[in-house]
C-alpha cells in the first residue's frame, strides 16, 4: 500500500510537469506571419516570418521589443545551436522575432549585408519593417545566427552631482550596455564596444535609450556594430558616459545651467569608459568572447570611446566602478569625428564649436590659467607610449573644421609615438559614418589585425583565400594595370580597385 502510494505521487507528479510542459511550449508564441522582403544584399525577394511572443516584453512607449534574425548566411556560424533552439529563446525573453531566411545566397556576406542592416534600421525607425508599426524604435536589434543578447547589464553607477540635470534624481541609476554574444560557440570571438551617441537619462521615459534608432543607427545609417558578425566579431553599445541630455548639465552650485552643453567632463566620463571595458571583459569569458576589444565611435560616441585608447594611468580615472582588477586596455579603436583635446578647441572659428569656447570656460576657468585641468579632460592626453591603442580615424573633409582639425592632432601624436594609425577619408558628406563597401571593408580589415577574429568566409564565399601566384603589372601603375592570377578550382571571380581612402574606383 504504501509502495503503492509513492508511486501514484510520483506518477501525478510527472503527469503535472508534462501537462506544465505542453502548456509553457504552447505558450511561447502566439501567432506567426510570413512574406517577402527585398534584400539589397541579395538583390531580390527573401522570406520574413515574424513570430510575437505569448508575453511580449514592450518599451516605455508600449511598443515591442524585436529582434531581427539574419539566418541561412553565406558565413560559417559561430554559434553551435540550431536557428530554432536560439529563435525560441529570444521569444522565451519576450522578444517579437522577424526571421529573415538568406538561404544561403552567396552575398549574404560582409560587407553587403551592411547594406540590409541599414535598409532594416531606417525602416523600423519609420515604423514600417514588414508591415510592422509597433516595433520598438530604442529596443530592437539584429541579430546574426547563433548569436544571443544579454540587455541591460549594469556596467556603473551614476552620480547625480556630476551634471545635476534634475534636482528629483538624488540616487544614481544604473548605467547599461548591451552585448551581442555567440551562443554555445564553437571557438571564441573578439568583441567591438560603442559608447552610444544617444544620450539616456533620469525618468521612466528616457532610461536607456543608448539605441535610440533616430538618435543613432537609423539616424546615421551607420552599420558597423551590428555587421561585425559578419567579421567573426560581437559587438556591445554602452549608454553615452554623460547621464544627462547632451544640451544640458551644470557643475554642483553652478549659476550656468548649461555649462556641460555638449560635452562630458572628467574624471566621470573616463572613469565609465574603463568600468564599461572591464565589465564587457569579465563577463565575456562566460559569453564566448575572447577578451580581446575594439572600440568604435561617431561623434560624441567617438569622444567618449577615445578616452579608452591611451596608456597614461590617471588615479582619479581608476579603481571605480565594477571589476576592479580586471584589464581595461583596448586592442583597436575606430574613431570618427570627436573632439579629443579641449585645449585645441580655439583654433577654429565656426557656429558649431561655439557652445564648447562658451560652456567650457564657465565650468573649468579660463585656458591660460587652468591649462592642465582643461588638457585632462580629452584622450589626447592619454595617449604616453607606444603601447596606446591602433587607430583608424574616419571623416569627411566637409565636416566641421573643428572635427577635423581634432583628428589631424590627435592622429598626429599617435603617429610620433609609434602608434599604428590610419584614415579614410571622404566616404559620404558631411557629419557621417562609413556606408558602403570599400569604406566598411577597410575599417573590418583594421580591427581584424588587432582583434584576430576567427574566420567566417566558406570556401565558396572566400575564394580570395586560395589565390596563387598573383601579380599586378606594372606596379606602381598610374592609368592602366594588368591583374593576373590563379586559383585552384573554376568559379566566378569579382575583383574591385580601391584607393587609399577606402573609395571604390572600379569593379568588375
Not at 97 to 110: D, G, P, Q
Request: aromatic share 12%; charged share 15%.
Amino acid at each position: 500500500m504504501k509502495i503503492s502510494t509513492v508511486s501514484g505521487f510520483y506518477f501525478n507528479a510527472l503527469r503535472t510537469i508534462i501537462v506544465c510542459f505542453l502548456l509553457m511550449s504552447l505558450s511561447v508564441t502566439t501567432n506567426a506571419a510570413t512574406g517577402n522582403w527585398a534584400s539589397a544584399a541579395t538583390g531580390g525577394n527573401i522570406v520574413y516570418t515574424t513570430t510575437d511572443p505569448s508575453t511580449p516584453v514592450k518599451d516605455y512607449a508600449g511598443k515591442y521589443l524585436t529582434v531581427v534574425y539574419l539566418e541561412n548566411l553565406g558565413i560559417k556560424k559561430i554559434g553551435q545551436n540550431t536557428n530554432a533552439t536560439d529563435v525560441s529563446w529570444l521569444l522565451s525573453k519576450g522578444y517579437r522575432v522577424i526571421e529573415l531566411n538568406y538561404a544561403n545566397h552567396t552575398n549574404a556576406v560582409s560587407p553587403a549585408l551592411n547594406a540590409d542592416i541599414i535598409a532594416i534600421n531606417d525602416a523600423i525607425a519609420a515604423g514600417s519593417f514588414c508591415g510592422l508599426t509597433t516595433c520598438s524604435v530604442y529596443k530592437s536589434y539584429v541579430l546574426f545566427e547563433g548569436y544571443r543578447i544579454a540587455r541591460d547589464v549594469s556596467y556603473f553607477k551614476d552620480e547625480p552631482t556630476i551634471y545635476n540635470y534634475s534636482t528629483t534624481y538624488t540616487v544614481g541609476d544604473s548605467l547599461h550596455m548591451d552585448i551581442v554574444y555567440p551562443a554555445n560557440a564553437s571557438v571564441s570571438v573578439p568583441v567591438v564596444l560603442s559608447f552610444s551617441y544617444s544620450n539616456s537619462y533620469p525618468g521612466d521615459a528616457n532610461k536607456d535609450q543608448r539605441f535610440n534608432m533616430g538618435n543613432t543607427l537609423a539616424g546615421f545609417n551607420d552599420s558597423f556594430l551590428e555587421g561585425s558578425p559578419a567579421n567573426g566579431i560581437a559587438w556591445a553599445i554602452a549608454d553615452h558616459p554623460k547621464y544627462c541630455p547632451w544640451g544640458n548639465g551644470k557643475p554642483l552650485n553652478a549659476t550656468n545651467n548649461k555649462a556641460y552643453a555638449s560635452y562630458e567632463t572628467n574624471p566621470d566620463a573616463a572613469q565609465k569608459v574603463k568600468s564599461a571595458i572591464r565589465t564587457l571583459r569579465a563577463l565575456g569569458s562566460g559569453l564566448g568572447l575572447s577578451g580581446k576589444i575594439g572600440i568604435y565611435g561617431f561623434s560624441r560616441g567617438s569622444t567618449a570611446g577615445s578616452m579608452a585608447v591611451g596608456d597614461r594611468t590617471v588615479a582619479a580615472f581608476e579603481n571605480t566602478g565594477l571589476y576592479i582588477g580586471t584589464s581595461d586596455d583596448v586592442q583597436v579603436a575606430a574613431l570618427g569625428s570627436g573632439v579629443f583635446d579641449y585645449t585645441q578647441i580655439y583654433n577654429t572659428a565656426e557656429s558649431d564649436i561655439g557652445a564648447l569656447t562658451t560652456n567650457c570656460p564657465s565650468a573649468w576657468g579660463t585656458l591660460a590659467a587652468n591649462y592642465d585641468l582643461w588638457q585632462s579632460q580629452g584622450s589626447y592626453y592619454l595617449a604616453q607610449t607606444s603601447t596606446s591603442a591602433p587607430v583608424i580615424f574616419f571623416y569627411n573633409t566637409d565636416d566641421a573644421l573643428y572635427y577635423q582639425d581634432q583628428i589631424k592632432h590627435f592622429k598626429a601624436k599617435l603617429d610620433s609615438l609609434g602608434v599604428p594609425t590610419a584614415a579614410i577619408t571622404n566616404y559620404g558628406t558631411g557629419h557621417a559614418v562609413p556606408q558602403t563597401s570599400g569604406p566598411l571593408t577597410s575599417v573590418y580589415s583594421f580591427f581584424k589585425q588587432y582583434l584576430t577574429p576567427p574566420s567566417v568566409a566558406t570556401a565558396l564565399n572566400d575564394v580570395s583565400l586560395s589565390f596563387t601566384e598573383l601579380q599586378l603589372f606594372p606596379n606602381p601603375a598610374t592609368d592602366k594595370v594588368k591583374l593576373t592570377f590563379s586559383i585552384p578550382t573554376a568559379g566566378k571571380v569579382n575583383i574591385a580597385l580601391y584607393n587609399l581612402s577606402g573609395i571604390e574606383l572600379s569593379k568588375t
